[in-house]
């Protein structure tokens, strides 16, 4: 039988655990699954991974969603010093209802990467690896031709993935011929909602790390690995970032 953790003791552990993570500032609390249990409707898959040590999140992110940590993140060794935009979805084998979030999570986990962040069509935002781990989310690149960041930038990026579908030349390695324009139009692009919540989230993760909120340090993950393509044409920077940025 699960004992219930008085909300005193709840208070207790969250103040220790803001204590114990002044390396990373912003919102932290402990995991457990006691807690995590009482917090949030958990997938079932979910409640055996779930971390035990304290993590750093964005403070207005579910943890509903949380990837198996010790299989799909490490700790992060330096402090994050870039964001870096995608959009992800299950279109290629769900093209009616692309955007279950338990579908991503498995299709994260099926293929060994994950995302700190997924923001849905709806504008909420999902922590699926807490930020004071490293995410496996950028893969094989360079950026602002410094060698420190060749293929590393999983070391110092935070990764957000929109729920989203590209053009039609985005999803071209995706879709077979013809697939694109069957789509329900709704499923393509990206919402109001997530332009408000991308912009918050980041304005947030720039305050905390002292990120400079520009295009060098903003940047999608078609910028620094050129075979990708998210988050593509349809992606309005102008509406995250200022065009003198
Ligand atoms: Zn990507």
Same mark, same amino acid.
């Given at each position: 039988?699960?004992?219930?953790?008085? /909300?005193?003791? $709840?208070?207790?552990?969250?103040?220790?655990?803001?204590?114990?993570?002044?390396?990373?500032?912003?919102?932290?609390?402990?995991?457990?699954?006691?807690?995590?249990?009482?917090?949030?409707?958990?997938?079932?898959?979910?409640?055996?991974?779930?971390?035990?040590?304290?993590?750093?999140?964005?403070?207005?992110?579910?943890?509903?969603?949380?990837?198996?940590?010790?299989?799909?993140?490490?700790?992060?060794?330096?402090?994050?010093?870039?964001?870096?935009?995608?959009?992800?979805?299950?279109?290629?084998?769900?093209?009616?209802?692309?955007?279950?979030?338990?579908?991503?999570?498995? +299709?994260?986990?099926?293929?060994?990467?994950?995302?700190?962040?997924?923001?849905?069509?709806?504008?909420?935002?999902?922590?699926?690896?807490?930020?004071?781990?490293?995410?496996?989310?950028?893969?094989?690149?360079?950026?602002?031709?410094?060698?420190?960041?060749?293929?590393?930038?999983?070391?110092?990026?935070?990764?957000?993935?929109?729920? /989203?579908?590209?053009?039609?030349?985005? $999803?071209?390695?995706?879709?077979?011929?013809?697939?694109?324009?069957?789509?329900?139009?709704?499923?393509?692009?990206?919402?109001?909602?997530?332009?408000?919540?991308?912009?918050?989230?980041?304005?947030?993760?720039?305050?905390?790390?002292?990120?400079? $909120?520009?295009?060098?340090?903003?940047?999608?993950?078609?910028?620094?690995?050129?075979?990708?393509?998210?988050?593509?044409? +349809?992606?309005?920077?102008?509406?995250?970032?200022?065009?003198?940025?």
């Amino acid at each position: 039988m699960r004992t219930k953790i008085p /909300a005193f003791g $709840m208070l207790v552990i969250l103040l220790l655990s803001l204590c114990a993570c002044r390396q990373f500032p912003g919102v932290t609390q402990p995991i457990t699954k006691e807690i995590a249990l009482q917090i949030a409707e958990l997938p079932a898959e979910a409640i055996s991974d779930l971390p035990t040590a304290p993590v750093t999140m964005y403070k207005n992110a579910s943890e509903a969603y949380l990837c198996p940590l010790e299989d799909y993140s490490w700790e992060r060794k330096y402090d994050p010093e870039f964001v870096m935009v995608h959009f992800t979805s299950a279109v290629v084998t769900n093209r009616e209802d692309p955007y279950d979030p338990s579908a991503l999570r498995a +299709l994260f986990v099926e293929n060994g990467v994950s995302t700190h962040y997924l923001i849905r069509r709806d504008g909420t935002v999902l922590c699926m690896v807490p930020e004071n781990r490293v995410a496996w989310h950028a893969g094989v690149g360079e950026w602002l031709e410094d060698e420190k960041y060749t293929n590393t930038m999983n070391e110092y990026a935070i990764g957000i993935e929109l729920a /989203a579908i590209g053009s039609e030349t985005d $999803m071209e390695k995706y879709l077979p011929a013809g697939a694109y324009s069957q789509l329900d139009a709704a499923h393509l692009g990206f919402t109001d909602a997530q332009y408000e919540s991308l912009a918050a989230l980041v304005t947030d993760l720039c305050e905390r790390y002292r990120i400079p $909120m520009d295009r060098e340090h903003i940047i999608g993950h078609d910028a620094y690995s050129p075979e990708k393509h998210d988050p593509g044409e +349809l992606f309005d920077w102008n509406r995250l970032l200022t065009a003198e940025s």
